[in-house]
């Protein structure tokens, strides 16, 4: 994943003029950028309030216990390869919410699995409003990298979908779905089916929103104004490096950077910068020394008050940054220590009887 930031960064920053980039920095307006910072900071607090709504069929969890795991999840994503966030966030909520709630880290993280889903449609609907309805006029500048950019946000939205359509049927019975895998007893020993049986019924329990029409609207209610709120960032921020980008040219911008984030480098390093200078640049004509400079800040703003907080909040609950690094390497959560656990009695016994 390192070298895969390094190979990303040397292209974001390949014939650019360094000097040119820093007095892009040096010149962009304040105000604007601490309107950026604000933006990022009810991003994360709507994304705190959706996620509320996802995991009330595991038990009933406080804003701020989830505000804290959200903070402490992104700041763990910051840090670590491969969006280990994602396990340490679930990880965080079901330890610090386990007395009170009984919360499952298994079925936290099939609530986030929703989470990207929903994240995902909201991300296609405002592309779809700028393809048809904002950015005809960028058609004739670049009709290849526009059509490209059409025909992958349709194919993304369709596979979304298709997923969801996936666990809305595993969340039908969680019951069932745990009796069901009890019958790995016929391939396995049975104390590790019986195992995985309760795992696959808590994550089944955790897409419990998806077989609740009104819950699952209202959390994906609650995804139209998040990635708006990111938007007007994005939008921010060009404005502070007096790009020529309108707001809702943002919404073509943060279709971009989501996919530049999926490449699992520390932070989105590299992936996330050359997707914003390259969407400013081919679709606006923006200067190559100002769209660096202006995705080197965005960057900043979008990772600093997430990873500030979450940092704080790790070190509040004992949780140090080596615990943190062994999470993030495992990626593994404590159900999966479980079943190393039976295969281990299951050797021991298997040698007992030999």
């Known amino acids: 994943m390192l070298a895969a930031a390094a190979v990303l960064v040397a292209l974001f920053l390949y014939n650019v003029d360094i000097g040119r980039v820093a007095r892009e920095i ?4 304040p105000a604007w950028l601490a309107l950026a910072v604000a933006t990022m900071l009810v991003n994360l607090t709507i994304r705190t309030i959706r996620w509320q709504y996802l995991l009330a069929p595991l038990g009933r969890v406080s804003f701020g216990a989830a505000f804290r ?9 910051t840090i670590f390869p491969a969006r ?5 966030r679930p990880y965080f909520l079901a330890r610090s919410e386990a007395s009170t709630s009984g919360m499952s880290a298994t079925g ?3 609530t986030i699995i929703l989470e990207r889903m929903l994240d995902v449609i909201a991300v296609v609907a405002l592309l779809a409003s700028f393809v ?7 058609t004739a500048a670049n009709p290849v990298a526009f059509t490209a950019v059409k025909w992958t946000g349709a194919t993304v939205g369709a596979v979304t979908l298709a997923g969801l359509i996936v666990a809305f049927v595993l969340a039908g019975d969680p019951a069932r779905l745990a009796q069901a895998m009890t019958r790995l007893e016929q391939v396995m020993p049975s104390s590790l089916a019986g195992l995985i049986a309760r795992i696959a019924e808590k ?6 929103a998806v077989r609740r029409p009104g819950r699952l609207l209202g959390a994906l209610a609650w995804s139209i104004p998040l990635w708006l709120s990111i938007a007007c960032g994005i939008w921010s921020v060009a404005e502070a490096f007096r790009l020529t980008i309108p707001f809702t040219g943002s919404f073509l911008l943060v279709a971009l950077l989501v996919l530049g984030v999926a490449v699992p480098t520390p932070g989105a390093v590299g992936g996330f910068h050359e997707a914003f200078r390259l969407g400013a640049t081919t679709f606006y004509g923006v200067p190559d020394a100002r769209a660096v400079g202006a995705a080197i800040v965005l960057h900043v703003i979008s990772i600093g008050p997430s990873l500030a907080l979450g940092l704080y909040f790790a070190a509040q609950a004992g949780l140090n940054f080596s615990r943190m690094k062994e999470l993030a ?4 959560v404590q159900e999966v220590q479980e079943v190393r656990d039976v295969r281990k009695a299951e050797g021991v016994r298997a040698g007992d009887a030999a």
């Open 108 to 110: 936290a993280f099939a």
């Open 203 to 208: 994550f089944a329990t955790g897409l419990g």
């Open 26 to 29: 040096l010149h962009a307006q």
């Open 84 to 88: 280990a966030g994602e396990v340490i």
């Open 132 to 138: 048809f309805v904002f950015g005809r006029d960028l």
């Open 329 to 332: 390497e495992v990626q593994e």
């Open 69 to 77: 795991a959200t903070a402490v999840g992104y700041a763990a994503t």
